[in-house]
């Protein structure tokens, strides 16, 4: 059984940085797709970044403000968020596939974490 544990949350004025970690256990994060995924109160659970071993793709709103990436040795996926900005306000949530096929599909994602909060001040 796959565990994904997610930390790094907090509460940040607007401008400044946060990097979640994903711890993952029972499982590799370095053969399968690993995603990030945000739910803002009201809102459905939208996509923010993924990454397998072909690459990594974000959601338009972040890029070039966010990062994900992976240690293999640490099986530890994270996501470094820099310029944040008041809407990027949510509970994050690290995911997992059984496979290594990128996807931005929530539904795709075999295995979750119980997320992280990250608020961001005006």
């Known amino acids: 059984q796959v565990q994904l544990v997610e930390s790094g949350g907090g509460l940040v004025q607007a401008g400044g940085s946060l990097r979640l970690s994903c711890a993952a256990s029972?499982?590799?994060?370095?053969?399968?797709?690993m995603g990030w995924f945000r739910q803002a109160p009201g809102k459905e659970r939208e996509f923010v970044a993924a990454?397998?071993?072909?690459?990594?793709t974000y959601t338009d709103s972040v890029k070039g403000r966010f990062t994900i990436s992976r240690d293999n040795a640490k099986n530890t996926v994270y996501l470094q968020m820099n310029s944040l900005k008041p809407e990027d306000t949510a509970i994050y949530y690290c995911?997992?596939?059984?496979?290594?096929?990128?996807?931005?599909?929530?539904?795709?994602?075999?295995?979750w974490g119980q997320g992280t909060q990250v608020t961001v001040s005006s």
């Open positions: 990454i397998t071993w072909r690459g990594t």
């Open positions: 995911a997992g596939r059984r496979n290594a096929v990128r996807s931005t599909t929530p539904h795709d994602y075999d295995y």
């Open positions: 029972g499982g590799t994060v370095s053969s399968s797709a």
